[in-house]
């Protein structure tokens, strides 16, 4: 089946630096949807993507919908304590519009 | 508060036993999908439902059972033929043409 391949899988990082990760796939999305998820809870909302180019801002988080259609990109600025978490990406699917891919995740570590 | 509710929170079972997993939503949303989630891994389509008594399986269906008899609610039977059903389990809804997919909490399934 279709796959979401989200790199780094992990990384560590001192408290205010920025951070980039992002997901590459060779099928082509509708929407791009970025999510964290805290230990032992749900994934929470962060950013959704409708078209390819486009830039969003939420907060000191940014992502990108790829121009391909086949990636997207995730980056937080000045990272805090509180960023650490698993961040996931998903993609719809154009063919099946309730039908999302999600990607592995990226665990984030932040230093103080 | 609208939001997604899933209980209980950790839930275990013991070999040849049927578990059902609760989940509720006041979002008034019409889809609602069950998701298993294993370290390292993407989150994997288990069955949806894109309307009150009706759904379709997911990709991996084999050993879960669904209803939805009424809008708010989409239990999940975990039965005996999931030979493997340690997993975390999450519940999310949707609502229109861009579905942006929202997250309860999950259910922690061990087996005895």
């Known amino acids: 089946g279709q796959q979401l391949n989200q790199s780094p899988q992990s990384m560590f990082i001192q408290e205010g630096e920025d951070v980039s990760m992002n997901c590459t796939s060779s099928?082509?999305?509708?929407?791009w949807l970025w999510y964290k998820q805290d230990p032992g809870e749900g994934p929470v909302l962060l950013i959704a993507?409708?078209?390819?180019?486009e830039l969003t801002s939420n907060g000191r988080l940014t992502a990108q919908f790829g121009i391909t259609r086949k990636d997207s990109f995730l980056n937080i600025s000045a990272s805090i304590p509180s960023d650490v978490g698993i961040y996931f990406c998903?993609?719809?699917?154009?063919?099946?519009?309730?039908?999302?891919?999600f990607g592995t995740g990226t665990r984030l570590k932040v230093l103080a | 508060d609208g939001g997604i509710t899933q209980s209980p929170k950790y839930l275990f079972r013991k070999e040849g036993q049927n578990v059902t997993l609760s989940c509720e939503q006041n979002l008034n949303h019409d889809a609602m999908y069950w998701y298993r989630q294993d370290p390292g891994q993407g989150l994997r389509l288990i069955y949806y439902s894109q309307i009150v008594n009706d759904f379709q399986k997911g990709d991996i269906a084999e050993g879960y059972s669904v209803s939805r008899e009424k809008k708010e609610s989409f239990p999940l039977t975990v039965t005996s033929a999931q030979k493997n059903p340690t997993a975390f389990y999450l519940c999310?809804?949707?609502?229109?043409?861009?579905?942006?997919?929202?997250f309860g909490a999950g259910t922690r399934l061990s087996v005895l």
């Open positions: 993507l409708y078209k390819a180019g």
């Open positions: 998903a993609g719809q699917l154009p063919e099946g519009t309730y039908k999302y891919i």
């Open positions: 999310a809804s949707s609502q229109g043409i861009k579905n942006i997919q929202y």
């Open positions: 099928s082509i999305f509708n929407t």
